[in-house]
């Protein structure tokens, strides 16, 4: 006899997103101390996850972070597109952000400086990070 599945259980909840109201972070002081929201808790998001080492902090998820350290040494013109890559990758990991646009790339030879817009659901975010090569 093949047993027969009677499901009464109804859906009965919608799923949300989570509000991005936190902590926020004053990196002058080097202090954590009131709250922020919406536009400004996105850029300290990205900020977060853009100087976070993958996979090097056991508090953190596997998907949590950009991966760079392998970079160093390699030739700007390489750089160039593996950093735009990984930081697709990295950013797509939090649903606030939409798209990634309009990348830009300066160097010298200590460092790649990125500068990219981040589209976002709580507005558009023009970002600038610096990668040690």
């Known amino acids: 006899m093949i047993p ?25 002081e080097m202090r ?26 056991l508090i953190y998820d596997w998907d949590y972070g950009i991966e760079l350290t392998d970079l160093f040494g390699e030739a700007a013109v390489l750089v160039y597109s593996e950093i735009e890559n990984r930081i697709r990758e990295a950013l797509q990991e939090d649903d606030r952000i939409k798209d990634l646009g309009d ?26 990070k610096a990668v040690m090569v």
């Open 4 to 28: 027969t599945l009677n499901d009464d259980l109804q859906p009965d909840f919608e799923i949300r997103q989570q509000p991005g109201y936190t902590y926020k972070m004053n990196l002058e």
């Open 32 to 57: 954590i101390g009131g709250f922020i929201d919406g536009v400004e808790a996105v850029k300290q998001a990205i900020y977060k996850i853009l100087n976070t080492q993958k996979f090097q902090y």
């Open 103 to 128: 990348f830009s790339f300066e160097s010298d030879k200590r460092q790649v400086l990125v500068k990219f817009t981040a589209y976002t659901t709580e507005g558009n975010v023009d970002i600038e």
